[in-house]
């Protein structure tokens, strides 16, 4: 018989810690509020620290917007500023409910490293609509560990990792005093950008760059 995932149990304390914080944010699911400079576990792509343009993005695994701008938006957007470093992008993790699988899938995309942890965010970000279809989030979950080289063992010690829930928690304070209320919440060179799509966002971009 296959072991129980227990991701609920093992990670109640993020996911309590997560729930708090968000209440504290106002947190109404998904949308968005800026915060700009290099933190501590950031993951990053394109241009080195201290380029011109750094673009910051909050995101949850479990938002369905950020679900949507990750499927349509990301691949133009890595495109035309990420693959070519015009621009440095950060991903900050930021858990919207459910809360314990979010801070769950996170922990799982950390554990299998910075190479594959995009990839792995993807995958659960996706996997999203297999939710709404009656797939249990722990098959997702595992299925997306499992494809970058986690086994199930692995996994299971990774969300109950206690210093990495205690880190997360950390990040996750730091989005709150920075003002983030909702998720996805992008900002350039620390202005918040209201309007998230690419051609929103180039704009501001844009200008960034030509000064």
């Not at 990670?11 to 400079?37: E, I, K, N, P, Y």
């Not at 890595?78 to 470093?85: G, H, S, T």
């Amino acid at each position: 018989m296959a072991p129980t995932f227990k991701y609920a149990a093992m990670s109640r304390r993020a996911a309590l810690s997560a729930a708090a914080l968000a209440s504290m944010a106002v947190l109404a699911g998904c949308s968005g509020g800026g915060a700009g400079g290099e933190v501590a576990g950031d993951m990053a792509k394109g241009a080195p620290e201290g380029a011109k343009v750094t673009v910051v993005e909050y995101a949850s695994v479990t938002c369905s917007h950020c679900a949507v701008w990750n499927e349509e938006v990301w691949p133009q957007f890595r495109a035309k500023y990420v693959d070519n470093n015009k621009v440095r992008f950060i991903f900050r993790e930021f858990p919207t409910p459910p809360q314990d699988i979010a801070v769950a899938g996170f922990l799982i995309a950390r554990c299998a490293g910075p190479d594959k942890y995009f990839d792995v965010v993807a995958d659960i970000m996706a996997s999203q609509k297999e939710w709404m279809a009656g797939v249990a989030p722990r098959t997702t979950l595992f299925r997306a560990g499992q494809a970058a080289g986690l086994s199930e063992q692995q996994i299971n010690d990774c969300i109950r990792d206690k210093a990495a829930i205690e880190a997360m928690e950390k990040r996750i304070q730091a989005g709150v005093r920075a003002g983030v209320t909702g998720t996805p919440y992008f900002t350039v060179n620390g202005v918040k950008v209201a309007d998230s799509s690419l051609s929103g966002l180039s704009e501001v971009i844009d200008a960034e760059l030509a000064k």
